[in-house]
């Protein structure tokens, strides 16, 4: 026995169906528990787009089965090549954006600052399909709709049917064997009501494709508590305005309409409306109209024709109309070889087509669409509407109000776009449910449930591509269509590299670098926050926190890190400002320069700083002299990868939790493979939710180790340190580490101050020049012997080999050098004019 049925997306013929039924609401009951992975069925969709592109075997299979079920060439080839464009990941992605809002709907989010309340969709459950014969392509995307709402899919098909469904969805799911759970398609017949009862009793929702007759024996076997969801059979039609009745690239798109796919949509017109009451020039009209149809018709290649009952329909409607002209005056204008027809009729009620090119022509002006049309509202569609601009919202306005859920342009009222409502609605939200979650203050903090869970891993592809490094993203190519937002890295080591971001990349981050800020201590009710961060030269800092703070709705002073400091503080003072964002080497200088001010004020409560370290001394002291008392990341992350990493509360220094946004993988410093333990290496992360660039394992540029155990936060995120850069690794001419130098007078000498190594060019050799802030009390003396006596590597090349100048001096932090686009303070300064390689 041959196998027909997908059971859990494996084969399985009628016998193991019938064993299978009695166990099947276990086996949903269970499934049901676990989520469908979204990027994985978009990716599945992509695909299997690209093979039905390519017409390659399954292409092949597909138009096999197309054709034995009694479909034309041309008919199959239109069918795959719709289902091509919508399995793209976009197309997949755009649905579920457009009727949900949120790339992650069925995440719980916080909807509100000032309680914990949060939302999210949920699918219904178990969606049970029932779809039309004659539409091939309908049953594979009204079940994976199914699958975009979340839900698990029953989908029965006809037993007239071939197998083109079900060997469409097995492709589906052999490239993403987890859908397999959510997809059921069974050929039962509707002569079968006590198995199809059987299974929409486990279903809590049931679309229904069809007319009344197909709708209402649905009904009788959906239990009550299911959500029947219809999509019944509407009637569309055409409008022209009394000032476009002449234009004649209206009434050729208006004709185009009427011929395209013999009318079999439920969007093709089937009445065309012209504004007015004058029969002399509703006649007229059709007189014209009939002419440019009679042009246009012969260049549309002609559908299935009507079969006998279709054809008996058509006669008996075109004879009762020419019946009713002796009474009323109605008329039928038709081809020679009876190809297409138009019933002219004085009455304006709308009446339905019998369809293959027959168009009924009635008057009705503006003042009497509502009265007329409304109705017939439940039965309503697409409207074609021919006007001039000047009129367009107003006609609009009572087609609208009259019940029509969609208004086109003359010509393309048979078709729409993928995302777009159906009927009046998103078909995605009709397949699942809107809940709501009020929990308790413990939730402080967090922003999504998507913090409280582990993140699932890379996928395979990513995972096996190669380690990207500063050269290879400077060389990616970038999607120009998605290409929206530029953005030029300031970073304090290496060349600039632009990152590109479409705007939904972009949002996305930013409601991420938001979350962030949530979790690490931003209250968006009560905080006033004035953004500090450098801004100009294509630089993200300011506007990606003036964004941040955006999607927070938190209170924001935009003032820039400007050189006119006792400005700052002036505005801090008068509009009461609490919390501060910025770089911290500029921080650090406002409030050393305006210091007395600002301690006056007392007012400072939070500092989110990004972009460098914040020293501990200057940390200390803004805790103790300005009663500062959060002092925090806003954020770890670059303007090439993104926001990556957050702290929360219980986060110290360079330790972040990394955003849901993001993979991280810490690799060894000498090899591509994964560190052990608490072993640092260098920090590759792949964002998750970018189109404009496809990056991928991309090396930061970052050192850090990962921190063991849960956060007593209670997030899942996994946390991480930061140690520093590569770029803090120069070569004079041994490779000497900044952070050596740094770490050694930390815990020598106890400064943790400003730290910045300059080298240039001696004679013949490279002098190595270690500036410190003037605040300390540390010598420079002191300094240069500490350094060389507990840095033996410098102490070999300085004092035993010579081939190194090492000295040490104190500046004000004015005279410190700073990236002039970000701000941060340039670890290491290269002014030699031939560097070594």
Known sequence: MAPTHLWRGDWIDDRELTDRLPNLAATLAEDCQQPLDLPRLYRAGAALAAELTQHGPLYRALTEELTQTGDAPDD????????????????????????????????????????????????????????????????????????????????????????????????????????????????????????????????????????????????????????????????????????????????????????????????????????????????????????????????????????????????????????????????????????WRLLVEPKPGLRASPLFRTLWIKPLPMAAIVATLRPLRAWLQTAGLACPLERLAELS?????????????????????????????????????????????????????????????????????????????????????????????????????VSVFSHADYARQMRAAGDGLYAAGLDPVRDRCMNLFFAGHLYGGFISFWSALEQLRAVQLPMTAIDDLAEVAAIIERFQVDTLLGMPFYLVKLFHEQGERLQRYGGVRKIFYGGEHFPPVERARLHREFGVAIIRSAAYGSNDAGPMGYQCPHCAGGVHHLLSTQHLEILALDADRPVAADEVGRLVVTPLARTAQAIRRYETGDLGRWVAGICPCGRRAPRFELLGRHGDIFRAPYFFSYATFAAILAEQAGY??????????????SRITLRLSDRTALEASQARALVLAHYHDLREFVVERGLTEFSVERLPLARFIATPTSGKLQHVVDLRQERPS
């Open 397 to 497: 306005r009572a087609l609208l109000a009259a019940g029509v859920t969609r208004i086109v342009r003359p010509g393309e009222q048979v078709g729409g776009y993928f995302g777009g409502p159906h009927d009046g609605v998103y078909s995605l939200q009709r397949y699942a449910r809107r809940v709501a979650l009020e929990l308790p203050a413990s939730l402080q903090g967090i922003t999504s449930f998507a913090e409280l869970e582990a993140p699932p891993p890379l996928l395979a592809d990513a995972a096996a591509a190669p380690v990207m490094d500063k050269a290879g993203f400077l060389a990616l190519p970038t999607d120009a269509a998605a290409a929206q937002l530029y953005f030029k890295s300031g970073g304090s080591s290496g060349d600039p590299k």
């Open 752 to 765: 943790d101050g400003a730290i910045q190594i300059v080298l240039t060019q001696g004679e013949g050799r």
């Open 76 to 339: 199959g080839a239109a069918t795959l090549a719709t289902l091509a464009e919508f399995l793209r990941a976009e197309t997949l992605e755009y649905q579920v954006l457009r009727a949900f809002g949120d790339p992650a709907p069925f995440t719980p989010r916080r909807i509100d600052h000032a309680d914990h309340r949060f939302e999210a969709w949920a699918p219904l459950g178990v969606l049970g399909h029932v779809t039309p014969a004659n539409a091939r392509g309908v049953a594979a995307m009204s079940l994976i709709e199914g699958l975009l709402a979340g839900n698990i899919n029953l989908l029965k098909t006809s037993r007239r049917d071939g197998l083109f469904t079900q060997k469409l969805l097995r492709a589906l799911v052999e490239r993403e064997p987890t859908l397999k759970p959510f997809v059921y398609v069974l050929r039962l017949s509707s002569r079968q009501p006590e198995v199809l009862s059987a299974l929409f009793a486990l279903c809590d929702g049931v679309a229904v494709w069809g007319g009344e007759d197909a709708v209402a024996a649905v009904r009788a076997m959906t239990p009550p508590a299911a959500r029947l969801i219809e999509w019944g059979h509407r009637i569309s039609f055409a409008y022209v305005a009394r000032e476009s009745s002449a234009d004649p690239a209206a009434l050729r798109a208006l004709a185009h309409d009427v011929c395209c796919i013999e009318q079999q949509a439920c969007s093709s017109p089937q009445c065309l409306y012209l504004e007015t009451a004058d029969p002399a020039a509703l006649h007229a009209f059709a007189e014209r109209f009939a002419a440019v149809l009679a042009e246009v018709a012969p260049t549309i290649p002609r559908g299935q024709p009507p079969g006998p009952h279709e054809q008996a329909e058509i006669t008996t409607t075109r004879e009762l109309c020419r019946l009713d002209g002796a009474i009323d005056g109605s008329r039928v204008i038709e081809a020679p070889d009876r190809s």
